[in-house]
């Protein structure tokens, strides 16, 4: 705890006077252009790994990247799309996965979860991509498993995610992407979902279209 007072006062003392400005003009509104949706895992840090500033990305986490279809789940991930699509008006939102995902170990292997019912039942929403590794991905083992998993896991949700009415409605209307990432922690490299050849290819600066076309098994390369 001490560790994070001692931060509070950094900020305040050598990093907030440099961006008052920045600050001041917050505190009027915000006007975030991305949903970026991605797990609860400490070891990411989406302002970091996309260098933006305060209120450039709306931020939802979760164990998992989990997104629950329109109808299935009381919590606060439908609440949260809502408000970012229909009341901010976002352009693009992001599911984005990571490597040595905790969550998908846990989807794969129920003993791993067995003493935490809530996450247990949490994963259910990702059961989709357990199966798909099941029945698609037999050959491999450790950590390509999970890897595929991952993958598998971002393509899931994001088709829950387009039951969602404000995101359907928008998407309908060609006002929104949508697009799928897998953060890999060891290397720093970002992996989008590309349609066209419907695999995780490496993120360059070129822009990458939203994942519009079925997914086709993945090579599993992350």
Known sequence: MQKLINGIHHFQESIFGSQRELF????????????????????????????????????????GNIVPPHG??????AATIEFAVAGLGVRDIIICGHSH???????????????TPAVRQWLTHADAARRTVQENYADLEGAPRISACVQENVLTQLENLRTHPSVAARLARGQLNVHGWVYKIETGQVFAYDPVIGQFAALTQASIPAPSTPKRHLTVSI
């Not at 299935?72 to 991930?77: K, Q, R, T, Y």
């Open 101 to 115: 995902c905790g969550a998908m170990k846990g989807l794969l292997d129920e003993t791993l979860v067995a003493d």
């Open 24 to 63: 001041e003009r917050l505190a009027h509104g915000q006007s975030p252009e991305t949903l970026f949706i991605t797990c609860s895992d400490s070891r990411i840090n989406p302002n970091l790994i996309t260098q933006t500033e305060p209120g450039e990305l709306f931020i939802l986490r979760n164990a």
């Open 72 to 77: 299935a789940s009381n919590g606060g991930e």
